[in-house]
Structure formats: C-alpha cells, structure tokens
C-alpha cells in the first residue's frame, strides 16, 4: 500500500483506483471481509486509472471481524455502533508532553476502573483487549495513554487496556508478557480482538481501526523514525491486531526470546505456517510516532531461535506459558499486572 497513491477528501480517504458499487455496504447490510477487501485489492492495484474511491466506504466494521454483540445490554433499544464510527478525524496531533495523570482521569470521563472505554448510546461492534508488554519506562506509558485512549473511543469499541510489567532484573521478555497478557485478558472477559502494542509508539491516524480483520494485521505499517517506511515486508512488530482464534491457532508468541529482537519475525513465520497472511491497511493511514528511547540490550540467540523456531511452534507458547502473578491493579487508565516469568523447559 505505501506506494499507492491516496489523498484526504471531507468524506474520509480518497483511493485512486477502479470504483466498485457494493449496494449492501451503502445500505449498511453486512458484507463479508473478503469481499471487501477484494474492492480494496481491486483499486489500489488499477490505481493510475478511473476515479477516486472514498476508502471510508471500505475502512469500518465491513473488513473486520464483529461480534453478534459486545457489550450486551438489557435493553434492546439500544442500536449497534454504526458501521463507520462517525466521529472519526482522520489525522490527529500527536503529544509527547501530557498532563499529569489526575489531570488526564478527570478529562477522560468516558474510560472506567482498569482502562476500559466503550460507547454509551450504542452496542460496540468489536470488544478489544489491547496489550502493553512494560517495564521501567512510566513517561511512555502515560504519554501513550494519554494519545491513544481518545482515539479508542472514537472508534466506537468496547476496549480494555493491560499493562503487563515484567518483575525482576533478567533480560525483558516481549513476547512472553504478551502471552501472558492474552492469557490474563481472558479471565476477565471474552474478547476477539487483541492488539499487542509497544509503548514507545503513538497513533497519528484514528482510520487506524484498532480491530481485528480476517487476517492477522500489521498496523504499525508506517513510523516516523523508519521515515515513515514499512522496513521489510513480514515486519509484525510495533503494534500488530490478532484475533482469538488465530493467536490461540499459532500457539502464541514464543517464549524464548530474552533481550531485544526476532519474537515478531518468529511469529510471521507461525502466521504463514498456518495459513495466514499479514494483512496492513494504507501507509498514510497506519502511521505512528516513536517516543525516543535507548536501544535495548539484543537477545544473541534470537537468529539461532529464528531459525530452529518452525521445530517448536506446537510445543513453545501458550502450551508451556509459566508466570507468577504478584501483583493486578486497576487504576482508572489501565489494569496493571505485574508478572514474574519462568523460562520455559527445553522441549
């Protein structure tokens, strides 16, 4: 997508490329991602021809995954969140210098105990967990959370916030906390969507849909310090969107990658490897900022575990997932867990 051409028009983004009349979609029936999808596919790859197409008739509920009802209530009055959430912005201005905590409680009315958001005048169509595998980095997370929460309840979902910190001194372990995130996510609800995302990266863009497609999805496709440039093309890193089904299906991240780098590329490998395929909405739409940071201490085995990965993709995951949980909270912003993790046996 980040070689196409697309511009902004009042009705959403323009894609130019051969327009598709979808009469359901118009009328706001349902209509199957894959059709969807295969509009979209359709005009990007025509796109020195015909006229623009507004990609907001495409962007929305039509190339995700819904839930027959998210957060159900017992009265039956209320609609279902449209299909396009209207109070989209498109571009939004990304700040890297937020209020103090209290301050940003009493401005995020919306959110409840433990960074839950959803819309109170209609039923989402989605219900999120997003995870935040953390550790000692406070000013990060609270300027995250004070740029992505508005943008969440834009969107119209029934979302939930997880921080997952690692306890103790050994080497961070990313993909591991994110196991473990999915796994504590459940036992407070039933979600389908899961979105695993660093704390160093900012939405820029809130057609940026935090839901799952069909297909895994890819969202952090464009960051301003790669110059806004996907780095290579199975990159799954940054802020990636997994539903239920297909994050249990892989067997998760795995689990021994300590230090910084290759848990992603792994996991690209057990998407393909089960017959899935990263997916990725437009370049100038999946855009983040990066909060600066000092470069991480590099897992010297991760080429090796790359490499002899496909051998454990059954065995190393959710399957031989150890933690001890010390300690959950919930602040208004976010639940908070503090995990201690144990390396996993040698299969």
Known sequence: ???????????????????????????????SSTTI??????????????????????????????????NATSNATIPRCPLIPPNLVGPVIVSKSPPSLSEMEKSLLEVKAGGIGRPADCVARHRVAIIIPFRDRPQHLQTLLYNLHPVLLRQQIDYQIFVVEQEGTEAFNRAMLMNVGYVEALKERIFDCFIFHDV??????????????????????????????LPYNDLFGGVS?????????????SNVFWGWGGEDDDMANRIKAHGLHISRYPANVARYKMLAHKKEKANPKRYENLKTGKKRFSTDGLANLQYELIDKRKPKLYTWLLVRLTPPQPS
């Open 200 to 229: 160093d990266l900012l939405p820029e863009d809130d057609r940026n849909l935090y839901t799952c497609p069909e297909q895994p999805r890819h969202m952090s496709v464009a960051v301003d310090k790669f110059k806004y440039r």
């Open 1 to 31: 997508y980040a070689d196409r051409s697309y511009r902004t028009h009042p009705r959403g983004l323009i894609i130019y490329g051969q327009a598709t009349v979808v009469p359901s979609l118009a009328a706001g029936g349902n209509v």
């Open 241 to 253: 969107a997994m539903s239920r089904e297909h994050f249990q299906l892989v067997n998760g991240f």
């Open 37 to 70: 999808l295969s509009i979209l596919a359709k005009g990007l790859s025509n796109s020195s021809k015909s006229e623009p197409v507004p990609i907001r008739n495409l962007v929305g509920s039509g190339i995700t995954r819904e839930l027959p009802v998210a």
